[in-house]
């Protein structure tokens, strides 16, 4: 079978470890730099090249599109689509994805817990809109923030409408959400590939910060899952049409609730943490669906 994965940086570890387990299986892959593919577009005369040769004869394609290049790489994906390469993750689940807002809109369009989220625009409605949201804290999220970046806890409602009115003046889409007190600063990063949890980890905040991202400084340990955590888990990728995703669980006194879904989680943390061979389920994934 003949891989591609979209990526930028060839030595990043997910994608060098995606390429070792390809290649472990007797698979041709080949990273590729969406920023470098380039597309003539015409009715039955479409042409596809990178770095000034055809592409062509893909099997399969990963997509490890950053959050810097979104656009352009799903364009890119989406035009491998239409030309017939499989893909765990279409250009459209992962626009879904990379969209706070929209993904929170339709996972709870599909009854999927997940923490108390509002949004609005007006400067006029800030105080009703926090009102829906209830006492703070609150958690105070750029819409397209990643790895921890871009969120802000405000303690009082006072710093809540400071920090509506700062990202506002940025001219930023953002959202806030309920303070789940009870998870302590610890998520639950489950790994989801095809249907099914591959693996998982708690993830736990530095002190004095509430982020349990490992890029802040978090720490990671395995971590068992509930029935109901992997259910969960499973159903929040595939609301989102995700075949490869890491779904982000705050444990509270009403359930698993889902924080967010990432549809190009890393693989280092959850391989280290847990010991799983996640990017040889990857592959194995593709080759299962790749052959149908």
């Known amino acids: 079978m003949k891989i591609a994965i979209l990526s930028r940086n060839a030595r990043l570890y997910s994608t060098r470890r995606l390429v070792e387990a390809a290649r472990a299986r007797d698979h041709v892959v080949r990273v590729l730099d969406p920023l470098r593919c380039y597309v003539r577009i015409a009715p039955e005369a479409v042409q596809m090249r990178y770095k000034g040769k055809p592409l062509r004869d893909i099997d399969a394609v990963i997509p490890r599109i950053g959050t810097n290049t979104t656009f352009y790489g799903t364009a890119v994906l989406r035009q491998l689509e239409m030309m017939g390469v499989y893909t765990p993750n279409p250009s459209d689940a992962v626009l879904r994805a990379r969209d706070k807002l929209r993904s929170l809109q339709i996972l709870a369009a599909q009854g ?79 790994f989801v590939v095809g249907g099914k949890v591959v693996a998982a980890m ?37 609301a989102l049409g995700l075949g490869i995703a890491g779904v982000d669980l705050l444990r509270s006194h009403r ?33 299962r669906n790749t052959a149908k």
């Open 112 to 190: 999927i817990a997940m923490p108390v989220t509002v949004f609005g625009d007006n400067p006029d409605d800030t105080d009703d809109v926090l009102a829906m949201l209830g006492e703070p804290p609150h958690v105070i999220k750029l819409n397209e923030g990643s790895q921890g970046t871009g969120v802000v806890l405000a303690e009082k409602r006072s710093a809540s409408q400071s920090v509506v009115e700062a990202f506002r003046g940025l001219y930023a889409n953002f959202l806030v959400q309920e303070f789940v007190a009870e998870a302590k600063g610890c998520d639950l990063r489950c």
């Open 202 to 238: 708690q993830r736990e905040a530095s002190p004095g910060d509430f982020r349990a991202n490992l890029h802040r400084g978090g720490s990671a340990s395995a971590a068992v899952l509930s029935a109901a955590e992997k259910r969960i888990a499973v159903r929040a990728a595939g």
């Open 255 to 287: 359930g698993p609730l889902v924080l967010e879904v990432n549809a190009s989680p890393g693989l280092e943390g959850i391989e280290a943490a847990t010991g799983v061979d996640v990017s040889t389920c990857i592959i194995e994934h593709l080759e």
